[in-house]
């Protein structure tokens, strides 16, 4: 019989990327195995993100792409999923411009697309099921990690902060915490397969737990996950600034494995703009929490996301972000330019008050050309210092180097020698060189003793 192949295109953030893995688990289960080629899928999904327009742009100019391949062969079927899917306006899109497109779902409903696809076999309609709400949650969902020690685990879904610019809680529903235990069962089934490096994820993992029954918060969470024996770092994202509470600070500092890095998304540095954007917080709160999390945490990596060029936000606002970043010293900085979302009430205010284009361009390169002299900076002063690295690959430059990331993150080019297998190893490091975005060194050490890591993708165990 045909084998039949898939290939999921995942677009987005790591709440995608972990959908994309539990629809490949699901894809195993029904014998499907997974290719790289839109010449020998049976089966083409492309999992979508709806945060900024260009993250949109890039999807649809994919799905564009496929009505050639289902033109040369009609019998592939094309899906589209994720967070675009949610959108009505996408809908009706692909409606008029998208035959090629044969079956729509949503983010509520992925654990349905076994069912799906047996509709679509039997439709010449384009069958759309997208759920408007989320569901309970859904566990004992099969998936297919990728090879590694590194893996991905959900623990809230959904999102409650309604930040005027953001479409995220109409795309992902209302939050939903998972439920500790099977959380806590999962990480242990990841760290008896060798996975050893484990990111828990959620919009705003601060918020875990308060729908709980006993509430619980991710402090709670962290110090079970920790006491997991094989798992040696554990990491989170993302985190929103309000929630980021002095129990979780000092948790940070008091472990040895929970990661040093912390991402603590600012998007403004102007208590007005912050306003209009409903963080909850201002630039007085946000620096205090940062204040604390420096003196608790000295060798704490930090990070931020920020956006330019929100309705109404004039030159002196601009200014207070630069001043803030000045202030904080980010290692580095996610930078955007402010994207108007359908539905959102910055979309609106958009209409009547934009930035102009090139005012936002400008300000995007400067508030870049402040952020790349300080990460430059940061970098320089780890010269000298040892680092344990988790070995990711070999460079896409050149097969003498390994890439290689810290338990904070940061992107570490180490010389290679080839007779020496160290793909998924942790390695001690000395750190010789610092460019903006990454750092160069040397192993200093012998790799850390684990597991051996080769393993076949298993059905997570809850
Ligand atoms: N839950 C995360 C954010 C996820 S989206 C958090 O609150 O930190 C990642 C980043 O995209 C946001 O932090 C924000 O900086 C940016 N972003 C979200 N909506 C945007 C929009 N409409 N235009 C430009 N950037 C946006
Ligand atoms: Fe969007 Fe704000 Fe929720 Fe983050 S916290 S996902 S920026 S609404
Ligand atoms: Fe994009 Fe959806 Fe994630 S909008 S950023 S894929 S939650």
Redesign the pocket.
């Known amino acids: 019989m045909h084998q039949l192949r898939y290939l999921i295109k995942t677009y987005g953030?790591q709440m995608n990327e972990r959908d994309s893995e539990i629809m490949a688990g699901q894809l195993d289960q029904l014998g499907y195995q997974a290719t790289f080629s839109e010449a020998d899928a049976d089966l083409i999904v492309v999992n979508t993100c709806a945060?900024?327009k260009s993250a949109e742009d890039h999807a649809l100019g994919y799905i564009g792409q496929l009505r050639q391949v289902k033109m040369e062969r009609p019998e592939v079927t094309i899906a589209v999923a994720g967070c675009m899917a949610q959108e009505p306006g996408t809908i009706a899109w692909l409606t008029k411009h998208a035959p090629q497109v044969d079956v729509v779902f949503g983010t509520h409903n992925l654990h349905q697309l076994p069912e799906l696809l047996e509709r679509a076999e039997h439709s010449d309609e384009m069958i759309v099921d997208v759920w408007q709400s989320a569901g309970e949650v859904v566990e004992h969902l099969p998936s297919r990690r990728k090879d590694g020690v590194r893996a991905f685990v959900n623990i809230i879904y959904g999102?409650d902060?309604f930040?005027t610019?953001?479409?995220?809680p109409f795309t992902r529903g209302k939050e939903r915490s998972r439920e500790m235990q099977p959380i806590i069962a999962e990480v242990q089934a990841l760290a008896r397969q060798g996975f050893q490096d484990v990111t828990v994820l959620g919009?705003?993992v601060n918020s875990y737990g308060h729908d709980l029954d006993p509430a619980r918060d991710l402090a709670d969470l962290l110090r079970e996950l920790e006491k997991i024996d094989g798992i040696r770092w554990l990491r989170y994202t993302?985190?929103?600034p309000r929630d980021f509470s002095q129990k979780l600070i000092d948790t940070i500092a008091a472990s040895n494995k929970i990661t040093r890095h912390v991402?603590l998304?600012v998007?403004a540095g102007s208590n007005p703009i912050l306003k209009r954007m409903n963080r909850k917080y201002t630039k007085e709160s946000y620096l205090d929490l940062i204040a604390r999390v420096k003196s608790r945490i000295p060798d704490a990596s930090l990070t931020t996301?920020?956006?330019v060029g929100f309705p109404g936000e004039s030159e002196a606002d601009f200014e207070q972000t630069l001043e803030l970043v000045r202030t904080v010293r980010y290692d580095a900085a996610?930078t955007?330019?402010?994207?108007?979302?359908e539905k959102?009430p910055?979309a609106r205010w958009e209409g009547r008050d934009p930035v102009p284009p090139q005012v936002k361009k400008d300000r995007l390169n400067r508030l870049m050309e402040l952020q790349y002299k300080i990460s430059l900076e940061a970098n320089q002063a780890l010269i000298g210092r040892q680092q344990l690295v988790l070995v990711e690959g070999v460079s896409k430059k050149s097969a003498r180097i390994w890439a290689g990331r810290t338990q904070s993150n940061k992107v570490v080019l180490i010389d290679r020698d080839p007779a020496v297998d160290l793909l998924d190893r942790f390695v001690p490091v000395r750190i010789t060189g610092a460019k903006t975005f990454y750092l160069s060194g040397h192993i200093s050490g012998r790799p850390l003793e684990g597991p051996e890591v080769r393993r076949i993708a298993l059905p997570m165990a809850n």
């Open positions: 953030c945060v900024r999102c902060k930040c610019y953001c479409i995220v919009q705003n993302t985190s929103h991402h998304p998007q996301d920020i956006i996610f955007f330019i402010y994207s108007a979302r959102t910055a």
